[in-house]
């Protein structure tokens, strides 16, 4: 759902620009409170991940594809603020690095794919947890059905930016049905994924899943016919497990399929432009500022070879992302550190 340049107006743009510009402000506080030294690495992990993750279309209608946007994976992972931050770092480097997606319309993508599903998922996401049982099951379920709603509602909000500075005539009832039509197919493909990821991590690591946090009920004891907390002292506390082994394990699979399993992805329009080329709204499109980039269309110019011109691309872009994601994660923690104020002995 990368919004090229030429489908907002220059107004609007610049107003969802500021959206963007203020959600990833509030963010970068926000994020303050989620990160720590274990989870600022795996943030950046999350980020390189969605990228990969991105790169694989998969079919959902005739002639049309879907990809993953990622934010209520995100947000699940590590947190709403956080999960808007990954989802600006995926865009940031597609658009400047692969020309996908506009770089005038970079705050429209970041409202769009990072602002509105991060909100709807999580908040959905919160309510259902809520609600279910406390069980491991009940937070894979839950992802699924808050990335499910997520998507058509990115389509949704898309259609409205349309309705308010589109540059083509397109009758706005139109757009609207057939973006939040396919993209509910989409939405199908993406729970699909964020589901399995997030019962794949909650499986091995529940501790560093923001999403399961305070999923396991607090020991009780029957004590004169009540229930009372047990106390803590009881049993020692285990010692913290490093995330090494996670990390490791999601780099590799991120390099895997960005750089291999990315080859066999769909080569068919994804939902916006199958929907803006049936409905005309893509007559007024821009060339995008980077277009010259060498690895523009996720390629390396200068090689022939497709399957190794578009896995050294992705894997350069999972690279590109890592390291970016994790830099920018770490001195966000580090803030976090020095802003904490010291407690003196008395």
């Not at 970016?324 to 803030?335: D, E, I, K, P």
Request: hydrophobic content about 55%; charged content about 15%; overall charge positive.
């Amino acid at each position: 759902m990368h919004v090229p340049d030429g489908f907002i107006n220059a107004p609007v743009s610049v107003a969802a620009g500021v959206v963007a510009a203020g959600a990833v402000a509030v963010s970068l506080r926000g994020a303050r409170r989620e990160l720590d030294e274990r989870t600022a690495p795996l943030a950046g992990l999350v980020a390189a991940f969605i990228f990969a993750v991105q790169m694989l279309n998969f079919p959902v209608a005739a002639g049309t594809s879907g990809h993953l946007l990622g934010g209520a994976l995100a947000a699940i992972l590590v947190g709403p603020w956080t999960g808007v931050l990954c989802i600006a770092v995926v865009l940031l480097m597609q658009g400047i690095l692969f020309a996908d997606g506009g770089l005038t319309a970079l705050g429209v993508n970041i409202t769009v794919m990072g602002v509105v599903t991060v909100v709807v998922a999580y908040a959905l996401f919160r309510g259902l947890v809520l609600l279910l049982p406390r069980t491991r099951s009940s937070v894979t379920a839950a992802s699924f059905v808050a990335a499910l709603v997520s998507v058509p509602a990115a389509a949704g909000a898309f259609t409205v930016l349309y309705a308010i500075g589109g540059t083509t005539d397109v009758p706005v009832s139109k757009v609207l049905t057939a973006m939040v039509g396919v993209h509910v197919l989409i939405g199908i493909g993406e729970a699909v994924i964020t589901m399995l990821t997030v019962g794949a991590v909650v499986a091995v690591r529940p501790d560093l899943v923001y999403g399961a946090r305070g999923l396991t009920a607090p020991l009780k004891l029957r004590v004169g016919g009540e229930l009372v907390d047990a106390t803590p002292a009881a049993a020692p506390a285990a010692p913290a497990r490093s995330p090494r082994k996670l990390w490791i394990g999601g780099v590799v699979t991120a390099l895997v399929l960005a750089g291999f399993v990315s080859f066999y992805a769909s080569a068919s329009p994804d939902g916006l432009e199958k929907v803006a080329a049936d409905k005309g709204i893509d007559s007024k499109v821009e060339d995008h500022a980077a277009a010259d980039s060498p690895l523009a269309d996720y390629g390396v110019k200068g090689i022939e070879t497709a399957r190794l011109s578009g896995g050294l691309a992705g894997t350069i872009g999972v690279g590109a992302t890592l390291a970016v994601g994790t830099g920018a994660f770490w001195v966000v923690r580090r803030r976090r550190t020095h802003a904490e104020p010291r407690t003196e002995a008395v």
